[in-house]
């Protein structure tokens, strides 16, 4: 169990109980009181619009959610290139997509079928609940539907659907399950399958606690329940985990066992948001969903007048039909921190939470009347003996001198008369609580008759339990509130003085578990700990470059006449006889703040070396921009070769420096940030954080909390954007980026400068014509061109480093920002909108060539460059 230590500073989180015992978190677990603070302070300090919109507030609440994505799929030690996350309003709601959209039949030919999209959508879209699709009544077999007999209701609901859709439906036994499993083999490989089949089981019984073998995932999918199909031909078998209670206190390592869908909910992990749970899906086995409605956000294209639509290509964005539950997906990051700030991590919630079981569930195997019958009956599948067998669960009812049972109405009564909260019934579990009571199908239909429903206070019929007592527990449950359970029971319901001996029935039952858990039990059953990465190598041995000081304000030069474009594959020369070359190199070491410009500066892998390699992201793990804070721009970064530091400096603040070099004591964690606040930018980026030095320094320049500062892990994979697709290029030759938005560099001519610099009227504008240039925040600037030349450029030489284009740069409204104050204002942007009728591109995206590092220097001329003709 947890130290003292870290008791005592959990239960400072949960003073609101005020002695009150909760023993109820499979049915809910608690929310810590730093949790719903860091929530509420959230949401009066960030400002969440809806996703659906374009805003900087909705853009911001899309990257919000597109990172508690990657925080979940982390948790269960995956990523989106093996698992896709859709949120739903619970597990129910699931178990209800996936029985919905799951196709029965025979999808043998579908496993390579897209999802249509402008490119190749010609005069039809796509409806998908056309007749075609009910394939089986077209002579093909449907699937078969198989679940375990102690599933959840919400799974026996799924029968249902799939009955519909033509499936054969087949409960399998908890004894059959286990014999199954442990008689199988692989089936014959065959490319050649008929129907779709689903097997559902719970990772973890909500009844029992006992937790079926994760083992099982691979072996369905193998093939092991053919001999449950209705036809001949073997089906393709899929596998959805139900881990509802499972993933409340344990580990799922979904890089040991991969179920094809899993179904979770996160009030019973963090006890808050309610009302939100969420879908995984293989990405592997994403084709067999087939969804019929659409809701809005889900589609690319849909017409009103015709029954014709095309739904959005990525998974989640298909299935979470309308305006998803923002607010509540942002507050789940604060239940991870919690959760780890307070147990560290989900290993050490699940011995805990496995130690307090076991200590009840000894006790009560024990307790007897003074006459010697059993004080309680137990309803278990394990010996309690292994937390990969067993979760936090004891069920039981307690017994009469006489053996008769107590009604556990009674048992609930005085619980809350002590202040102990627990759960009676049958917890929505009908056919685990049949099993464990030993009732027939016969006896359920007759307590139906004498008035016996789901969830009601009719405890015993003829003398018959109806149903049961459940205590779970959480990693605020102590034993404290276990010995007081104990109390209560003993002093309530055992007759005389207790004694202790174990029960005669005790070592078959023993046995009995070994035989069926030992065969079935691996290394590794999906309960591994999340192994911690380590720190990527950062670029050593840097060359010595000379560096200039900080920008300042800059007169820009007047433009150069040109000649006129030539025909591609041509070298484009000056017909006055001028040279086009390059007069300017900025380098933005940290995303989004000041540049640092340069005579002269090696190019590597990514672009400019150190160029937007740090980026500065919000407790949210959202990189933080001009667009939320203006103020970026006036922290002033330096790259001092000599000292190997990156220096930050900012107003009236002390400089603080960090290390160029991966350094030695930095953590082994791992910081996954979203990139930009748009889906088109958004991608996950991989990096470390550089420290709470730094992290306090950015808070108290910009005046905000829980900033930190990000690095970029070395092997980040981050590509360009494919603007140029259209002209020809290779798009399997994709650049690997930095943090920058779109393309590796980005470059401005003077010319294009100058000539719009002449559209404003400056003596009406708010705008410093000095600083023009540096709004644009270019990497290289050249001069020598017509206005706007260098948009038709297709490839082109500066010096010795060759560049194609990635096409141009659409602006937003960081153009309207004085990058030396940090002043808003109206200019440029509105004649920029106003001079290109709202198309508002300026400057060209960059991408290098050729690989390997190479100087590149003020005064360096562009050789040769071609047009698209």
């Given at each position: ?13 949960f003073?609101r109980l ?13 929310y ?6 860091a ?6 300090e ?8 374009l805003?900087?507030s ?13 925080r979940?799929l982390?948790?269960f ?11 739903t ?7 209800k ?17 897209s999802?249509p999209?402008?490119i190749?959508y010609?005069?039809?879209?796509t409806?998908?609940?056309g007749?075609e699709n ?7 077999h ?19 659907v ?9 409960c ?8 199954c499993?442990l008689d199988?083999g692989?089936s014959?490989?065959?490319?050649v ?11 973890q019984?909500?009844y029992s606690?006992?937790k079926?073998p994760?083992?099982w ?19 393709k078998?899929?596998?959805l ?9 344990s580990?799922?390592d ?6 094809d ?11 808050y ?9 293989k990405?592997?086995s ?8 659409f809701?809005?956000g889900?589609v ?8 014709e639509?095309?739904p ?5 964005d ?7 539950p923002f ?5 789940l990051?604060?239940g ?6 307070l147990t560290?991590?989900m290993?050490?919630?699940?011995l805990?939470?496995f ?15 003074s006459?010697?019958?059993p ?24 017994l009469?001198?006489?053996g008769?049972?107590?009604?556990f ?12 909260q627990?759960?009676?019934?049958c ?10 009571l ?22 015993l ?5 109806t ?12 034993k ?14 055992v007759?005389?003085?207790?004694v ?10 023993q ?10 039990r691996?290394?590794?059953d999906?309960?591994l ?8 190598a950062?670029?050593?041995g ?6 200039q000081?900080p920008?300042?304000?800059q ?26 070359a390059l ?5 933005y070491?940290?995303?989004s ?9 090696y190019i590597?892998l990514r672009g400019?070396l ?6 500065v992201?919000t407790?949210?793990?959202v990189?933080l921009?001009q ?6 721009c006036?922290i002033?970064p ?13 107003p ?26 748009s889906?088109?930018c ?7 954080d550089?420290?709470?030095?730094v ?7 910009l005046?905000?909390?829980g900033l930190r ?12 954007k494919e ?5 020809g ?6 650049s690997?980026?930095s ?5 590796q ?5 003077k010319s294009?400068v ?5 559209q404003i ?9 000095e ?6 925040r ?6 020598g ?31 309207c920002?004085?990058?030396?104050t ?6 440029p942007?509105?004649?920029?909108a ?6 508002m ?11 390997g ?14 047009t698209f003709n």
């Amino acid at each position: 169990m947890f130290s003292q230590e870290k008791q005592e500073r959990i239960s400072k989180e949960f003073s609101r109980l005020k002695g009150m015992c909760y023993l109820d978190h499979v049915g809910a677990t608690l929310y810590a009181e730093s949790q719903i603070k860091a929530i509420a302070e959230d949401l009066c300090e960030n400002v969440y619009g809806n996703p659906h919109s374009l805003s900087i507030s909705s853009r911001y609440s899309t990257d919000v959610i597109d990172q508690i994505r990657y925080r979940v799929l982390q948790h269960f030690n995956t990523d989106l290139n093996d698992y896709s996350i859709i949120f739903t309003s619970g597990a129910t709601h699931a178990l209800k997509l996936v029985a919905e959209s799951f196709d029965w039949t025979d999808n043998s030919t579908k496993n390579d079928k897209s999802v249509p999209n402008q490119i190749n959508y010609t005069k039809k879209g796509t409806n998908r609940c056309g007749a075609e699709n009910d394939s089986y009544s077209h002579g093909r077999h449907a699937g078969t539907f198989v679940y375990l007999q102690d599933n959840h209701t919400s799974v026996l609901g799924m029968r249902e659907v799939a009955k519909k859709h033509g499936a054969n439906v087949c409960c399998l036994s908890y004894e059959e399950a286990f014999q199954c499993f442990l008689d199988c083999g692989c089936s014959d490989f065959t490319s050649v399958f008929d129907g779709n089949s689903l097997f559902v089981y719970p990772a973890q019984c909500n009844y029992s606690g006992v937790k079926y073998p994760l083992s099982w995932v691979s072996k369905v999918q193998n093939g092991a329940l053919n001999y449950k199909s209705t036809h001949s031909r073997q089906s393709k078998w899929f596998c959805l985990l139900d881990a509802a209670s499972f993933v409340s206190t344990s580990v799922l390592d979904l890089s040991q066992v991969q179920p094809d869908f899993v179904c979770l909910s996160f009030y019973k992990i963090f006890g808050y948001p309610t009302g939100l749970g969420a879908l995984l899906v293989k990405n592997s086995s994403s084709y067999v969903l087939e969804k019929c409605y659409f809701g809005g956000g889900t589609v690319l294209l849909s017409l009103s007048s015709q029954c014709e639509h095309i739904p959005r290509p990525a998974l989640s964005d298909r299935f979470e039909d309308g305006t998803i539950p923002f607010l509540s997906i942002a507050a789940l990051r604060h239940g991870f921190c919690s959760l780890k700030q307070l147990t560290g991590d989900m290993a050490s919630v699940m011995l805990h939470t496995f130690s307090l079981a076991r200590y009840l569930f000894q006790f009560l195997l024990t307790l007897h009347h003074s006459n010697g019958s059993p004080a309680a009956i137990l309803y278990c599948d394990t010996t309690y003996e292994d937390a990969s067998t067993q979760g936090n669960v004891v069920n039981f009812n307690m017994l009469r001198p006489n053996g008769a049972y107590v009604g556990f109405i009674e048992v609930l009564n005085v619980a809350n008369l002590n202040g102990i909260q627990l759960r009676t019934g049958c917890f929505c579990n009908p056919g685990a609580c049949q099993r464990h009571l030993k009732l027939s199908d016969d006896d359920l239909r007759s307590q139906f008759q004498a008035g016996h429903i789901c969830g009601d206070d009719k405890d015993l019929v003829n003398g018959q339990p109806t149903g049961s007592v459940r205590v779970s527990f959480g990693y605020m449950t102590t034993k404290n509130d276990v010995d007081k359970l104990i109390n209560v029971l003993t002093s309530y319901f055992v007759h005389g003085s207790p004694v202790r001996k174990l029960p005669a029935w005790w070592p078959a039952f023993q046995q009995a578990y070994k035989q069926k858990f030992q065969p079935a039990r691996r290394k590794h059953d999906g309960l591994l700990n999340v192994d911690r990465m380590k720190s990527p190598a950062i670029l050593h041995g840097v060359p010595d470059i000379k560096i200039q000081a900080p920008i300042k304000s800059q007169t820009n030069a007047s433009s150069l006449e040109t000649s006129s474009v030539s025909n591609y594959g041509q070298q484009n020369t000056m017909s006055d006889g001028n040279s086009i070359a390059l007069t300017c190199i900025y380098v933005y070491p940290v995303k989004s703040c000041g540049a640092v410009r340069m005579e002269s500066w090696y190019i590597g892998l990514r672009g400019l070396l150190y160029d937007r390699e740090w980026m500065v992201v919000t407790p949210a793990g959202v990189c933080l921009t001009q667009k939320q804070d203006a103020k970026l721009c006036l922290i002033q970064p330096n790259v001092d070769l000599s000292s190997r530091s990156l220096i930050l400096q900012f107003p009236e603040m002390p400089p603080i420096s960090v290390p160029l070099d991966d350094p030695k004591n930095h953590n082994d964690g791992r910081v996954e940030a979203s990139l930009c606040q748009s889906k088109v930018c958004g991608d996950r980026v991989q990096g470390w954080d550089c420290g709470d030095d730094v992290a306090s320094w950015l808070c108290d320049a910009l005046g905000r909390q829980g900033l930190r500062l990000i690095r970029q892990w070395n092997s980040d994979s981050r590509v360009s954007k494919e603007k140029m697709k259209s002209r020809g290029q290779d798009s399997n030759q994709k650049s690997v980026l930095s943090l920058s938005n779109q393309a590796q560099f980005l470059l401005v001519n003077k010319s294009s400068v100058q000539w719009l610099s002449d559209q404003i009227d400056w003596e009406q504008s708010d705008c410093d014509k000095e600083s023009l240039l540096e709004r644009f925040r270019s990497n290289l600037v050249i001069q020598g061109l017509k206005p706007f030349e260098e948009n038709e450029w297709t490839h082109f030489q500066i010096g010795r480093v060759k560049f194609q284009s990635e096409g141009p740069c659409t602006r937003c409204q960081m153009v309207c920002i004085d990058q030396s104050t940090g002043v808003k204002t109206r200019e440029p942007l509105r004649t920029l909108a106003a001079a290109f009728l709202g198309k508002m591109k300026f400057g060209v995206y960059l991408s290098r060539v050729a690989e390997g590092n190479v100087r590149i220097s003020v005064g360096d001329e562009v050789i040769d460059h071609f047009t698209f003709n």
